[in-house]
């Protein structure tokens, strides 16, 4: 179920970069969630063709994957993302603290925003 997940990402990056048969039958594969032989039957070709356009577009948006890193890289934005916005949420519980507090955490997602800037 994870490499499907994991190629959905993939395919929402790089699909563009597929041939359209390749669009066309990985999407109703691992979107639609259609058998081998139901895509066959759409297509007109065997399942084994089916199963070739599959394995060779997973090959080509993992290669992509390798080269660019765009995934990887999204995938670390949004974990900084998200330290940034549990700092925002300490900011906003500090009552009657201090200043200091406050301007620690504001410090804290300055530093997260910056490195995803800089990335």
């Known amino acids: 179920m994870e490499k499907n997940v994991e190629v959905c990402l ?34 007109g070709i065997t399942r084994q063709g089916v199963h070739d356009n599959i394995k060779r577009a997973e090959k080509t948006l ?10 990887e890289r999204f995938r670390k934005h949004k974990r900084r993302l998200n330290e940034a916005l549990i700092h925002i949420k300490n900011i906003e519980e500090i009552k009657n603290g201090s200043c200091e507090e406050t301007v620690g955490e504001i410090k804290i997602i300055k530093e997260i925003l910056k490195s995803i800037v800089d990335d």
Do not use: C, M, P, W
Not at 16 to 30: G, I, N, S
Not at 62 to 71: A, M, Q, S
């Open 10 to 43: 993939l395919l929402d990056f790089y699909g563009q970069l597929l041939t359209k048969r390749q669009q066309e039958v990985v999407e109703l594969y691992f979107n639609n969630d259609l058998s081998l032989a139901e895509i066959a039957d759409e297509f």
């Open 62 to 71: 993992y290669d992509l994957e390798n080269r660019l890193g765009i995934l």
